[in-house]
């Protein structure tokens, strides 16, 4: 794991330009990464995505009823109490506020909370990402949960159904302005952890004394590579994420002088990750 020292001083490398999309079929989207990468992403379909709203819906249904249920019983309290009619004025306006709240909360927090999921989404293998392949952020979630109240409009999510049926890709009004896709992910994907921990126990703890690997050879935007790959990792289908991984781990073995073989490049960037927070902990 000795670095070649010759490389202590390496070039700056420019920042590698956002993904772009490429020729969508009528099933698919794909997707070319900075690294020449083309990634195929598969598009949920119409039918899907109304059986993932479906279960949301009972979801919340059966969170709502149990909370008007423990509502009612304050009420009831309420009622028996001097002045009850005024503090009912006043559960009443909570109760209103409370179902607004949360169905916006549901949508939106669990998008962030699971990385463009929810409930009835996770159960049938579902994921929101931005149009050009990368993860939700908080404004493309906020937009698309924002105009799902248009998307429900006149009843049962009929224009967003609309939507859906005439888009190329699938995508309901929310969609659209949020610059969001919604795909099917594949279950042969092994999750980072289950990489992680099938590698070695202690990769998501700083290296052993001694067995850092040289991140001081690399620019601030090279670890910043490593670390977006990691994040991203997941989403990634197989074949198209061991290419990319291997393209990323390969550069920067280069840049540290790296010269063993690299038997796992996912593993390796762990590595590189984990010794540069290390030098920061």
């Known amino acids: 794991m000795t670095p070649d020292r010759s490389l202590q001083s390496p070039s700056s490398i420019e920042l590698l330009p956002p993904p772009t999309t490429t020729t969508d079929t009528p099933d698919a989207v794909r997707i070319t990464t900075p690294e020449q990468v083309t990634i195929t992403l598969p598009l949920a379909g119409v039918g899907t995505r109304l059986l993932a709203a479906l279960l949301d819906a009972l979801v919340m249904i059966g969170v709502i009823l149990a909370a008007l249920i423990v509502i009612a019983l304050l009420d009831s309290l309420i009622a028996l109490q001097p002045h009850g009619m005024s503090a009912e004025s006043v559960l009443g306006a909570f109760t209103l506020l409370f179902l607004f709240g949360f169905v916006f909360t549901y949508y939106a927090g669990l998008e962030l909370l699971w990385n463009g999921q929810t409930v009835g989404k996770r159960a049938l293998k579902l994921r929101v990402l931005q149009d050009n392949g990368t993860p939700v952020d908080a404004a493309a979630v906020l937009a698309r949960t924002v105009v799902r109240l248009v998307d429900f409009l006149p009843v049962g999510y009929l224009v967003g159904l609309v939507s859906m049926i005439v888009d190329g890709r699938a995508r309901r009004l929310g969609d659209v302005v949020g610059g969001t896709i919604v795909v099917r992910e594949g279950d042969s994907a092994p999750t980072l952890r289950e990489i992680a921990y099938g ?62 073989p690299i038997m796992h490049p996912e593993w390796f960037l762990i590595w590189i990750v984990r010794s540069a927070a290390g030098q920061t902990d």
Not at 209 to 230: I, K, S
Not at 237 to 251: D, F, H, M
Request: hydrophobic share 50%.
């Open 199 to 260: 590698a070695d126990p202690a990769a998501w703890g700083p290296p052993a004394p001694g067995q850092e690997a040289p991140v001081y050879l690399l620019t601030a935007d090279e670890l910043a590579a490593a670390r977006e790959f990691l994040r991203r990792a997941a989403t990634f289908p197989l074949p198209e994420r061991a290419a990319l991984a291997w393209r990323v781990a390969t550069t920067l073995a280069a840049r540290i002088g790296y010269r063993e």
